[in-house]
Structure formats: structure tokens, C-alpha cells
């Protein structure tokens, strides 16, 4: 009985992989399963090869396994393009149609075994049947999962031929039977649970936070954050605008936060560099404003499909002039809930952009997640009364942050302005005003208290994982297994990236005498931004490698166990 | 600006009176931008120029306010309307930043002239009695300005060919 | 008392704050200014209830040097700017300043967009024909053989025709006004607030220190000889044949203006969890 079992489901456009996969994992959750779906596709939009990768387990993970136990495939056009991101072993089984060529050598060589199994003839018996509903239901059975959650998934996923569906489901249980099994152990208590994207958890923790405006430029893989909150939006009394550019969707949300409504936009790398300018201007003119970079394989367009966590240096220097803002990044699938929350919070009780740094990994994986508890407190600005006396919008006070005139109240109007200005807001080129609003600014950003929330933080240990975003599961999973072998590693999961917090990791570190800095990018970002900001001890050592490939826990375990 | 509507035999006193506010009030308004560009730019001396001549016209809108007894102020009637800008307005274009007084002045002297020819159409139209009698005052009283700035101009110095030449370049700002 | 008691000169003053414009004596932006602030008081506007959004230039100074919420964001983002604060607060009334290099140039695409999109803002650009805060550069609306530093044998390259331009793009409202005469540019500033929708209001406005010859300006611009037209074909017409001096109301359409999806809210945000949450099975 295994806690943890991957598979992987390949073929080319019309097979209908990600609906069988989708079904899987509706399957899983339905039975009590935690499961987690990533997706790699070809370049085409339509006909183009794809595989769905899933992973069910007994624990909360959105991290990868080390291998996949099955790899199965309606055909095999073009799908040793994702051998990379499918590694099999000697334990791995291959199943695929006798009838299609035979599996690329690139896979066999792991030594997995291969098993036949006729899809197309299978589904042939089946009116309107298709042979990916014969691999779901062979898939299903090799784990282990009760028809019953099966069926219960496959009538809520199939809008047409349910019956055929269902039987095919059916027989293909049937033959997986007869297959090399990798049962699952029986589920974990019942709990509260969601199925849930990164994108939607993002766009969910938006709307708690109380963002009720959008502007929207396409983008992948930040395009389903936004597709989520166009009608989210529209019920909770909000409104979302398609922009004609990043240059414009952010100087949009700019403009309604400036209006007093809590804004957001959502974009990936090309369109976080587009909107760089914009962003000092919200930190000049003190405009609060959230923008999430679900981050994706760079420079320039890079692979747009894939992941990468190289937008780190962009979102914690791009800015030109010295501009204080907010960076956090979700350090699990379920956190861009509260990590896009918290930065709608401190964007507006401080005045301040906040970017999000999400990425592609996170953004459009699908997982069953424990359900969050959700702050239930929507963000509070400190706005000014109608004619408030002697007002100043940009007032010195002790804490950085001075309260906001809202257009429409009387008497207390100012212009926001990128000019430099002193505290009412008049443009001044003056230095004793430069430096004043400079250190306001300064002081409101490094004043915030993060309390708790700026890592995470598990185990005990002289070894210390310090990393942050997508690649926190692979190595918390690292931790778990060097731990169970009894070697003494702790895990410090970065999620405010700025301001840095020195002190507070120099506790975390207390003792700890060798760092492993673990991040999915070539030049070692985090390292570089860690050496630059906080004291590290001298055996700091990078475990990294640029996107899309994932960390998976065995790379980081021998790390850990092979100084 | 012969329009029809000042020659109306509808006009009233009031009417009349309202509008020479408003033009008063105009020129003083328009004076005192002058000199709030000028100060901006440094040159002080056409500043408290144009300060003085927003001085004066304010102080000719406060007399008809007592006159008229209006403790606040009128609606501008249409009746005795101008065309464009009020007469004794000089258009934003009329300044320069290293203007010197006789240029002010030769801006005052413009606005009276036109003042006068204004009030002078009045006076001479045939606008009620009440409206006449006033107008061809006002038209006399300008007359008097216009000496006045005429023996201004020849109290300051006329300025000499290149006045507005500047060695440095403009300034690049943004 | 037999005199109401507001008179719409005064109600302008209302209109300016106490900060001093550092336009050069003579710019006609400064009549522009007076314009706005005319016409936000013959609209019984309120200065708290307006806002007006600029973007970078000599002409974007202008919402601070009124009493009005300004926002004075990024080179050539105005129109950006002005839309999401219309659409997040439509009750206010939002006004856009802006120059033939801020709204023409940088922020080209947007223009385009804007007028298309006709959300309803009053676009206001003040066209000398250069950039003036950089120090006379040829802009989009700067004829072809203009010679300066920077293209000393001129561009070379033919003006942009922003009438033409906004009309095509869908804007809702198009104008051409002269700053000499900001009684006249008022009144058009009025009926483009009033009328709903995108309206364009382009505003000669000579630049006297790298343009000293639009001081000729003046004896060229002439009212436009026709009334208003909602056939855009005939504004096209008109548009494209005139000699650039036509001013007044030139197109007046009648689109329904875009407001944004923005309604009451039917769900409390908490209750969108309910499509996340997992129904397991027996």
C-alpha cells in the first residue's frame, strides 16, 4: 500500500487527456485522496500533443514525486517531448495501445516495464466511447480508487454521452485489474477540503482581501486568474477591464485604487516589465495596488507555458529610484490564497504596491487542498475626513503611512503626483523634501510587522533548506525523509521577500551551520538577494537550475545527506 | 461686437452695471495672473506692475458693488455681452517673461482703449437713457485712464531692440 | 436683493488652488486652465466631485494647479488612469489633460483605445506641436519640415491627425478649440463633459518660447461653419478637408458609453468558496 502514487497520462490533441486526468482528480478528491494535476502541452493551440500528470496521496503535497509509477499514453505522437518532465524507473509501468507505434526508447531505457493495452479496440465495444475513458477507468483501478467516486466524478465532468462514458470507465477498470496495481493506502480522516488552482486561490484571496478592481491584459499563465475573477468580480459588486496593454492595465488599477477601490492586476514576466514604471509610481504617489506575476520561463518570452522562479532580481530591483514596496511569494498551491490576501492588506494599510510572485507551477496546478482559513478581515486604508484641519496628504507621521484623501470627499483635494513633493503634495525638486518623503516611504515599508507570517518554518536542525515559492514542497518532502533517517534539518520558506527580514532570520538560522539555498532559476537570485541583505553563514551553498523542470524531493534529499 | 442684443431696448440699468462688474472684475483677475506668471519667472518689477493695474481694477469693481449697493455678486446678463474675452482682458499671449514695464503698460493701454470704444458704442447707442448716461461716463472716466497711462509710459523706459534676448537656452524640466 | 447671487466668473475661482503654474508667460496652456475651470463652474461641479488625470509634459501640470483631486501619474498613461478611476467611481466626473507628445506619441495606443472603449471621460489635449518640457523635440502633430536640434532638416515625417484618428476609433464626441479664446474653449469643455461617453477636445495651445510663430495662430482659427453632425461619415469629411483651424464641435455621437460590469453586489465574497469545496462521496 503506497501513500503516494504518480501518474502520468500522454497523447496528442483530440485524445482527450486533460479530461480524463481532470476526472482522475476529481475522482481522488471525491474519495477522500489528496491530489495534485500539472499539465505540460505542445506549442499548438488545438491538436497538439499534452500530457496530464497527477499525483494522489494520503498527505497535503503540491510537490512532485521522484518518478512516475505509470506513464500511459493514447498514442505517442510527439511525447517524448516531456520525457524530461516524466522520469520513470525499473518499478515504472508503461501502458499503451498495441495497435500505435511502439513507446519511445527514451522511456524504456528507465526500465519500466510495458504493458499493452488495446484503448482503441477496448472502446470500439463501447458505442460513443473513447479510449481515454478506457485508460481512466484502468488508471482508477490500478490505485486503488472506489468505482463509486469514479462514477460520481465522471457524471459531473461529462456534459454528453455519460452512459458510454460511464461503461467505458467501467470496462477499462476491468482490464487495469488485470494490470500491475499500485494501491493506495486507505485515505486520510475526512477533512474539509478544496479543489483548487493557483490562479483561483489568487484571485479568491484578491476578492477577500477586498480588491473589487481588476484590469486585465492576456497573458499565460496568469490568463486564469483573471478569466476567474471577470465573473467573481461582477458578484461581488466589482468591475474588471480588459486592457489594451500592461502599460495600461496597471496605470488602470492605479487609477481606481487612487479612486479609493482596492485594485489588482495580474501578468506574468513580459508584462511586470512593461509595468515597472507604473509600479513607482504607486510607490511615489502612495497609491496601494496588488500585482501578481505568476512567473514563467524567461527572458523575453521564454517558454511561455512553463515554469521558473526568474523574476525575483525584476521584482525586488526593477524599480528605478529607491522605491520601497512589498514582495511576497505563496510558498504552496493553497497560500496564494493568503499570500495574495496579505499583500492586498499591507498594499493598503501602508499605501504601497505589493507584487505577488506566483508562478506558472503553482498558477495551473489543480490540487485538493486542506480548505484555508481565511482571514476573515478585508484590508483597511487610513483615509482622511471631509475638511479635515490643516491637511497634508503626504504628512510626516512617525509611522510612514498618512491618511488618503478619497476623491468626492470636500475640502481636503490634492493631486497625486510621480513628481517628487513635500507633504501636501506639491511638486518640489528640493533635497530637504527628497530626503523626508524618501524615509516616509522607507519608514512605513520597513516598519511593517510581519509577525509569523514572513516564512515558514519546520524542524530543527544544523542544516537548514532555505528557499522559497514552488520549490517548498519538494523540499519539505526532502526534510521529511532526512529527517525519518535521523539527520537534523530544518526548513526556512521565505514568503516576504521585501522588505528583508535580517533579524528575524537570524533567529531562524540560530545554530544552524550549514544553508542550502534551493530556487528554480540559473543565476542563483535568492542567493545573490540573501548574501545581500542577511547574514549567511559562509556555507551557503546553491542548489539551483533554471525552470521548467521541478525539484523533485531526491535531488534536494542528497543534497541535504551529501554535504 | 456691435451685437444685437446690446442694442436692445430691454436693457436695464442693472443689467448694464453687471456686465461693467464683470469686465472690471476680469481685467483684476486676468492682471493678477500676470503677475503671478511674472513672479514665478523672477521679474519682480513687471509683477508689482501688474499687481498695481489689478490693484486699480479691483478697486473700479468695488466702487460699482457700493454704487450698485450689491452686497454680493451679479449673474453676468447676456445684455452688453462681448465677443471673445472681456474688453479690458488681455489675451495670456500678451506676456513675456523678461518683459519690461512699458510692455505692461502698453497691455494697460490697450485694455483702455478698448474699454473706452466699448462704453463709447454704449453711450452712443440706443440703449435706455439711464444706461446711455452711464455708459458715456464710464467712457470718460477710461479716457482718463488712457492719459494715465500714456504719461505712465512716459515715466519708464522704452525698451531697447534685443530685450527679450536670453543667453542660455531653455531649461529642459521633465 | 433682485441679483443671483453667483455669477460663473467668480464660481471659476472656486477652481484654483493656490499653487503657481511654471508655464512660461504667454503659454496658452495657461488659457486652457481658465477654460477647465470656467466650465467645471458653469457645470455647478463641485471641485471635490471631479478629478483631473495627466500624464507627463507641459501640459500635464495642470491638476495641481486646480482645486480639483489630481493625479499626475507616468508619460503618456493618463487615459489609463482616468479609466479605472471612471469605472470604479462613476459618480465622479473625470477629465483627462494631456499634449500632442504625452497623448499623441507615448501614449498613442491608448488614445486609440480610449476612444474606442468611450468610457465617459473628457479627453483634453493641448497640441503646440513640440515637446516643451525636453526642449523643443518634434512631436506627432509637428509639420514635416520643422527643423530643430534633434531633426535638424525637420522629420520629414507627416503629421499625425488626431480628429481624424479619434473619430475612426470611435470617440464619442470630437472638438477642436483654440486657448486664445478661453471663453469660446470653455464652452466646448462644457458640452464635452455634459455630453456622455468619450469626448475629445483638442485645444491649439501655442507654445510661445520653441513655437514663437503659432502666435500667428490667432488670425487663422475661425468657427466651423456647420452645425454638429452624428453621421460620421460627414464629420470624416469634414474632418479630413478642413484646414486645421475649423473650431468648435465638429462630431456629436450618440454610442452608449462603457461603464464597466460594476453592479450591486448579488454574493458576499465568502460565498464564492462554495465552488471550491469538495462534495466527497459515501
Same mark, same amino acid.
Given at each position: 500500500?503506497?501513500?503516494?502514487?504518480?501518474?502520468?497520462?500522454?497523447?496528442?490533441?483530440?485524445?482527450?487527456?486533460?479530461?480524463?486526468?481532470?476526472?482522475?482528480?476529481?475522482?481522488?478528491?471525491?474519495?477522500?485522496?489528496?491530489?495534485?494535476?500539472?499539465?505540460?502541452?505542445?506549442?499548438?493551440?488545438?491538436?497538439?500533443?499534452?500530457?496530464?500528470?497527477?499525483?494522489?496521496?494520503?498527505?497535503?503535497?503540491?510537490?512532485?514525486?521522484?518518478?512516475?509509477?505509470?506513464?500511459?499514453?493514447?498514442?505517442?505522437?510527439?511525447?517524448?517531448?516531456?520525457?524530461?518532465?516524466?522520469?520513470?524507473?525499473?518499478?515504472?509501468?508503461?501502458?499503451?495501445?498495441?495497435?500505435?507505434?511502439?513507446?519511445?526508447?527514451?522511456?524504456?531505457?528507465?526500465?519500466?516495464?510495458?504493458?499493452?493495452?488495446?484503448?482503441?479496440?477496448?472502446?470500439?465495444?463501447?458505442?460513443?466511447?473513447?479510449?481515454?475513458?478506457?485508460?481512466?477507468?484502468?488508471?482508477?483501478?490500478?490505485?486503488?480508487?472506489?468505482?463509486?467516486?469514479?462514477?460520481?466524478?465522471?457524471?459531473?465532468?461529462?456534459?454528453?454521452?455519460?452512459?458510454?462514458?460511464?461503461?467505458?470507465?467501467?470496462?477499462?477498470?476491468?482490464?487495469?485489474?488485470?494490470?500491475?496495481?499500485?494501491?493506495?493506502?486507505?485515505?486520510?480522516?475526512?477533512?474539509?477540503?478544496?479543489?483548487?488552482?493557483?490562479?483561483?486561490?489568487?484571485?479568491?484571496?484578491?476578492?477577500?482581501?477586498?480588491?473589487?478592481?481588476?484590469?486585465?491584459?492576456?497573458?499565460?499563465?496568469?490568463?486564469?486568474?483573471?478569466?476567474?475573477?471577470?465573473?467573481?468580480?461582477?458578484?461581488?459588486?466589482?468591475?474588471?477591464?480588459?486592457?489594451?496593454?500592461?502599460?495600461?492595465?496597471?496605470?488602470?488599477?492605479?487609477?481606481?485604487?487612487?479612486?479609493?477601490?482596492?485594485?489588482?492586476?495580474?501578468?506574468?514576466?513580459?508584462?511586470?516589465?512593461?509595468?515597472?514604471?507604473?509600479?513607482?509610481?504607486?510607490?511615489?504617489?502612495?497609491?496601494?495596488?496588488?500585482?501578481?506575476?505568476?512567473?514563467?520561463?524567461?527572458?523575453?518570452?521564454?517558454?511561455?507555458?512553463?515554469?521558473?522562479?526568474?523574476?525575483?532580481?525584476?521584482?525586488?530591483?526593477?524599480?528605478?529610484?529607491?522605491?520601497?514596496?512589498?514582495?511576497?511569494?505563496?510558498?504552496?498551491?493553497?497560500?496564494?490564497?493568503?499570500?495574495?490576501?496579505?499583500?492586498?492588506?499591507?498594499?493598503?494599510?501602508?499605501?504601497?504596491?505589493?507584487?505577488?510572485?506566483?508562478?506558472?507551477?503553482?498558477?495551473?496546478?489543480?490540487?485538493?487542498?486542506?480548505?484555508?482559513?481565511?482571514?476573515?478581515?478585508?484590508?483597511?486604508?487610513?483615509?482622511?475626513?471631509?475638511?479635515?484641519?490643516?491637511?497634508?496628504?503626504?504628512?510626516?507621521?512617525?509611522?510612514?503611512?498618512?491618511?488618503?484623501?478619497?476623491?468626492?470627499?470636500?475640502?481636503?483635494?490634492?493631486?497625486?503626483?510621480?513628481?517628487?513633493?513635500?507633504?501636501?503634495?506639491?511638486?518640489?525638486?528640493?533635497?530637504?523634501?527628497?530626503?523626508?518623503?524618501?524615509?516616509?516611504?522607507?519608514?512605513?515599508?520597513?516598519?511593517?510587522?510581519?509577525?509569523?507570517?514572513?516564512?515558514?518554518?519546520?524542524?530543527?536542525?544544523?542544516?537548514?533548506?532555505?528557499?522559497?515559492?514552488?520549490?517548498?514542497?519538494?523540499?519539505?518532502?526532502?526534510?521529511?525523509?532526512?529527517?525519518?533517517?535521523?539527520?537534523?534539518?530544518?526548513?526556512?520558506?521565505?514568503?516576504?521577500?521585501?522588505?528583508?527580514?535580517?533579524?528575524?532570520?537570524?533567529?531562524?538560522?540560530?545554530?544552524?551551520?550549514?544553508?542550502?539555498?534551493?530556487?528554480?532559476?540559473?543565476?542563483?537570485?535568492?542567493?545573490?538577494?540573501?548574501?545581500?541583505?542577511?547574514?549567511?553563514?559562509?556555507?551557503?551553498?546553491?542548489?539551483?537550475?533554471?525552470?521548467?523542470?521541478?525539484?523533485?524531493?531526491?535531488?534536494?534529499?542528497?543534497?541535504?545527506?551529501?554535504? | 461686437?456691435?451685437?444685437?442684443?446690446?442694442?436692445?431696448?430691454?436693457?436695464?440699468?442693472?443689467?448694464?452695471?453687471?456686465?461693467?462688474?464683470?469686465?472690471?472684475?476680469?481685467?483684476?483677475?486676468?492682471?493678477?495672473?500676470?503677475?503671478?506668471?511674472?513672479?514665478?519667472?523672477?521679474?519682480?518689477?513687471?509683477?508689482?506692475?501688474?499687481?498695481?493695474?489689478?490693484?486699480?481694477?479691483?478697486?473700479?469693481?468695488?466702487?460699482?458693488?457700493?454704487?450698485?449697493?450689491?452686497?454680493?455678486?451679479?449673474?453676468?446678463?447676456?445684455?452688453?455681452?462681448?465677443?471673445?474675452?472681456?474688453?479690458?482682458?488681455?489675451?495670456?499671449?500678451?506676456?513675456?517673461?523678461?518683459?519690461?514695464?512699458?510692455?505692461?503698460?502698453?497691455?494697460?493701454?490697450?485694455?483702455?482703449?478698448?474699454?473706452?470704444?466699448?462704453?463709447?458704442?454704449?453711450?452712443?447707442?440706443?440703449?435706455?437713457?439711464?444706461?446711455?448716461?452711464?455708459?458715456?461716463?464710464?467712457?470718460?472716466?477710461?479716457?482718463?485712464?488712457?492719459?494715465?497711462?500714456?504719461?505712465?509710459?512716459?515715466?519708464?523706459?522704452?525698451?531697447?531692440?534685443?530685450?527679450?534676448?536670453?543667453?542660455?537656452?531653455?531649461?529642459?524640466?521633465? | 436683493?433682485?441679483?443671483?447671487?453667483?455669477?460663473?466668473?467668480?464660481?471659476?475661482?472656486?477652481?484654483?488652488?493656490?499653487?503657481?503654474?511654471?508655464?512660461?508667460?504667454?503659454?496658452?496652456?495657461?488659457?486652457?486652465?481658465?477654460?477647465?475651470?470656467?466650465?467645471?463652474?458653469?457645470?455647478?461641479?463641485?471641485?471635490?466631485?471631479?478629478?483631473?488625470?495627466?500624464?507627463?509634459?507641459? +501640459?500635464?501640470?495642470? %491638476? @495641481?494647479? #486646480?482645486?480639483?483631486?489630481? !493625479? =499626475?501619474?507616468?508619460?503618456?498613461?493618463?487615459?489609463?488612469? &482616468?479609466?479605472?478611476?471612471?469605472?470604479?467611481?462613476?459618480?465622479?466626473?473625470?477629465?483627462?489633460?494631456?499634449?500632442?507628445?504625452?497623448?499623441?506619441?507615448?501614449?498613442?495606443?491608448?488614445?486609440?483605445?480610449?476612444?474606442?472603449?468611450?468610457?465617459?471621460?473628457?479627453?483634453?489635449?493641448?497640441?503646440?506641436?513640440?515637446?516643451?518640457?525636453?526642449?523643443?523635440?518634434?512631436?506627432?502633430?509637428?509639420?514635416?519640415?520643422?527643423? +530643430?536640434?534633434?531633426? %535638424? @532638416?525637420? #522629420?520629414?515625417?507627416?503629421? !499625425? =491627425?488626431?480628429?481624424?484618428?479619434?473619430?475612426?476609433?470611435? &470617440?464619442?464626441?470630437?472638438?477642436?478649440?483654440?486657448?486664445?479664446?478661453?471663453?469660446?474653449?470653455?464652452?466646448?469643455?462644457?458640452?464635452?463633459?455634459?455630453?456622455?461617453?468619450?469626448?475629445?477636445?483638442?485645444?491649439?495651445?501655442?507654445?510661445?518660447?520653441?513655437?514663437?510663430?503659432?502666435?500667428?495662430?490667432?488670425?487663422?482659427?475661425?468657427?466651423?461653419?456647420?452645425?454638429?453632425?452624428?453621421?460620421?461619415?460627414?464629420?470624416?469629411?469634414?474632418?479630413?478637408?478642413?484646414?486645421?483651424?475649423?473650431?468648435?464641435?465638429?462630431?456629436?455621437?450618440?454610442?452608449?458609453?462603457?461603464?464597466?460590469?460594476?453592479?450591486?453586489?448579488?454574493?458576499?465574497?465568502?460565498?464564492?468558496?462554495?465552488?471550491?469545496?469538495?462534495?466527497?462521496?459515501?
Amino acid at each position: 500500500m503506497r501513500n503516494s502514487v504518480s501518474l502520468a497520462l500522454a497523447g496528442s490533441g483530440g485524445a482527450g487527456v486533460m479530461t480524463a486526468c481532470n476526472i482522475l482528480l476529481e475522482a481522488a478528491a471525491k474519495a477522500g485522496y489528496f491530489a495534485l494535476m500539472t499539465r505540460s502541452s505542445g506549442p499548438q493551440i488545438r491538436g497538439g500533443e499534452a500530457a496530464a500528470m497527477l499525483r494522489v496521496s494520503t498527505f497535503a503535497t503540491d510537490g512532485q514525486d521522484d518518478r512516475f509509477q505509470v506513464l500511459a499514453a493514447i498514442d505517442w505522437q510527439n511525447v517524448a517531448r516531456f520525457a524530461a518532465e516524466l522520469p520513470l524507473g525499473p518499478e515504472s509501468l508503461i501502458i499503451g495501445d498495441p495497435a500505435q507505434a511502439a513507446a519511445p526508447e527514451v522511456f524504456l531505457k528507465s526500465g519500466a516495464r510495458f504493458a499493452p493495452l488495446p484503448l482503441k479496440t477496448l472502446a470500439a465495444q463501447v458505442a460513443g466511447a473513447w479510449p481515454n475513458m478506457i485508460v481512466l477507468g484502468a488508471l482508477a483501478a490500478m490505485i486503488g480508487l472506489p468505482p463509486a467516486a469514479l462514477e460520481a466524478a465522471i457524471r459531473s465532468a461529462l456534459k454528453k454521452n455519460v452512459d458510454a462514458g460511464l461503461a467505458a470507465a467501467r470496462l477499462g477498470m476491468a482490464e487495469g485489474a488485470k494490470l500491475d496495481r499500485f494501491p493506495l493506502a486507505p485515505p486520510p480522516p475526512r477533512s474539509a477540503r478544496w479543489l483548487i488552482t493557483g490562479n483561483e486561490a489568487a484571485g479568491y484571496g484578491a476578492l477577500r482581501g477586498g480588491v473589487r478592481f481588476v484590469a486585465a491584459y492576456p497573458i499565460t499563465p496568469a490568463t486564469e486568474l483573471l478569466e476567474w475573477l471577470s465573473p467573481a468580480l461582477a458578484k461581488v459588486g466589482g468591475s474588471l477591464v480588459q486592457a489594451e496593454d500592461e502599460l495600461a492595465s496597471i496605470n488602470m488599477a492605479l487609477g481606481a485604487s487612487y479612486g479609493g477601490v482596492p485594485a489588482l492586476t495580474a501578468t506574468s514576466g513580459p508584462g511586470l516589465s512593461l509595468m515597472i514604471e507604473s509600479l513607482g509610481l504607486g510607490v511615489a504617489a502612495e497609491v496601494p495596488l496588488v500585482v501578481v506575476d505568476v512567473m514563467r520561463t524567461g527572458p523575453s518570452t521564454g517558454i511561455a507555458t512553463k515554469t521558473e522562479q526568474g523574476d525575483l532580481n525584476l521584482a525586488l530591483y526593477g524599480l528605478h529610484g529607491d522605491a520601497p514596496h512589498i514582495v511576497i511569494a505563496p510558498n504552496s498551491l493553497a497560500d496564494c490564497l493568503a499570500a495574495t490576501q496579505w499583500a492586498v492588506e499591507l498594499a493598503e494599510s501602508l499605501q504601497v504596491p505589493a507584487i505577488v510572485l506566483s508562478d506558472q507551477y503553482f498558477g495551473q496546478a489543480r490540487a485538493v487542498v486542506d480548505a484555508p482559513r481565511v482571514n476573515r478581515h478585508a484590508a483597511a486604508r487610513l483615509t482622511a475626513g471631509a475638511a479635515a484641519e490643516g491637511y497634508k496628504r503626504y504628512a510626516l507621521t512617525p509611522s510612514g503611512v498618512s491618511p488618503m484623501a478619497i476623491p468626492g470627499t470636500a475640502g481636503i483635494t490634492y493631486t497625486a503626483d510621480g513628481l517628487e513633493h513635500n507633504e501636501r503634495g506639491t511638486p518640489s525638486s528640493q533635497a530637504a523634501d527628497h530626503l523626508a518623503q524618501m524615509e516616509k516611504r522607507a519608514r512605513k515599508v520597513s516598519q511593517l510587522d510581519p509577525g509569523d507570517a514572513w516564512a515558514s518554518i519546520e524542524g530543527e536542525g544544523d542544516v537548514a533548506l532555505l528557499t522559497f515559492g514552488s520549490c517548498t514542497a519538494p523540499a519539505r518532502e526532502a526534510l521529511g525523509r532526512a529527517r525519518a533517517e535521523g539527520y537534523d534539518v530544518r526548513l526556512i520558506s521565505l514568503r516576504l521577500l521585501a522588505p528583508a527580514q535580517p533579524e528575524r532570520l537570524k533567529r531562524a538560522l540560530a545554530g544552524v551551520k550549514r544553508v542550502l539555498v534551493v530556487e528554480q532559476n540559473h543565476s542563483g537570485q535568492l542567493l545573490h538577494y540573501l548574501r545581500a541583505h542577511y547574514e549567511l553563514s559562509s556555507e551557503a551553498r546553491s542548489l539551483r537550475r533554471p525552470g521548467p523542470l521541478p525539484f523533485r524531493p531526491d535531488e534536494i534529499y542528497r543534497a541535504i545527506v551529501n554535504p | 461686437m456691435s451685437s444685437t442684443q446690446e442694442l436692445s431696448k430691454d436693457t436695464a440699468y442693472a443689467d448694464f452695471m453687471a456686465r461693467a462688474y464683470a469686465m472690471e472684475l476680469e481685467a483684476n483677475e486676468r492682471y493678477t495672473q500676470f503677475a503671478d506668471q511674472l513672479a514665478m519667472h523672477n521679474n519682480v518689477e513687471v509683477a508689482m506692475l501688474f499687481r498695481k493695474l489689478a490693484d486699480i481694477e479691483a478697486l473700479h469693481a468695488k466702487r460699482i458693488l457700493a454704487e450698485m449697493r450689491w452686497s454680493a455678486l451679479p449673474a453676468m446678463p447676456v445684455p452688453y455681452a462681448w465677443d471673445g474675452e472681456a474688453p479690458e482682458t488681455a489675451p495670456f499671449e500678451s506676456v513675456h517673461y523678461l518683459m519690461q514695464p512699458y510692455h505692461a503698460l502698453e497691455i494697460a493701454l490697450r485694455n483702455e482703449l478698448r474699454a473706452e470704444q466699448y462704453f463709447e458704442r454704449i453711450a452712443r447707442s440706443d440703449a435706455p437713457p439711464s444706461v446711455r448716461a452711464a455708459a458715456a461716463e464710464m467712457a470718460a472716466e477710461e479716457r482718463e485712464h488712457v492719459e494715465l497711462v500714456r504719461a505712465w509710459m512716459k515715466r519708464v523706459p522704452q525698451p531697447s531692440a534685443g530685450w527679450d534676448d536670453d543667453p542660455d537656452p531653455p531649461r529642459i524640466v521633465e | 436683493m433682485n441679483a443671483p447671487l453667483s455669477a460663473p466668473l467668480v464660481q471659476a475661482k472656486d477652481f484654483k488652488s493656490d499653487y503657481k503654474p511654471v508655464w512660461c508667460p504667454g503659454c496658452g496652456d495657461y488659457s486652457v486652465l481658465l477654460a477647465i475651470q470656467k466650465a467645471l463652474a458653469s457645470l455647478d461641479l463641485r471641485p471635490e466631485n471631479v478629478a483631473i488625470v495627466s500624464g507627463i509634459g507641459c +501640459s500635464s501640470r495642470l %491638476p @495641481a494647479y #486646480t482645486s480639483c483631486y489630481g !493625479f =499626475h501619474g507616468v508619460h503618456g498613461r493618463a487615459l489609463p488612469a &482616468a479609466t479605472g478611476l471612471k469605472v470604479a467611481r462613476p459618480e465622479l466626473t473625470v477629465l483627462v489633460a494631456s499634449g500632442d507628445g504625452d497623448g499623441y506619441s507615448i501614449g498613442g495606443n491608448h488614445f486609440l483605445h480610449a476612444c474606442r472603449r468611450n468610457v465617459d471621460l473628457t479627453y483634453i489635449v493641448m497640441d503646440n506641436h513640440v515637446y516643451g518640457m525636453t526642449k523643443g523635440q518634434p512631436s506627432p502633430t509637428t509639420e514635416p519640415d520643422w527643423t +530643430s536640434k534633434l531633426a %535638424p @532638416a525637420g #522629420t520629414g515625417v507627416r503629421e !499625425f =491627425h488626431p480628429l481624424v484618428i479619434a473619430l475612426a476609433s470611435g &470617440a464619442n464626441f470630437v472638438a477642436r478649440a483654440f486657448s486664445g479664446d478661453p471663453n469660446g474653449c470653455a464652452a466646448l469643455i462644457a458640452d464635452a463633459v455634459r455630453h456622455p461617453g468619450f469626448s475629445f477636445v483638442e485645444v491649439l495651445s501655442p507654445c510661445v518660447t520653441f513655437r514663437p510663430d503659432q502666435r500667428g495662430w490667432k488670425d487663422l482659427v475661425h468657427p466651423a461653419p456647420v452645425a454638429p453632425t452624428d453621421d460620421p461619415a460627414r464629420a470624416a469629411r469634414r474632418i479630413m478637408t478642413d484646414d486645421g483651424f475649423n473650431i468648435g464641435i465638429l462630431y456629436r455621437g450618440n454610442r452608449a458609453p462603457y461603464h464597466g460590469a460594476a453592479k450591486a453586489a448579488t454574493h458576499a465574497a465568502a460565498e464564492l468558496e462554495a465552488d471550491f469545496r469538495i462534495e466527497e462521496t459515501a
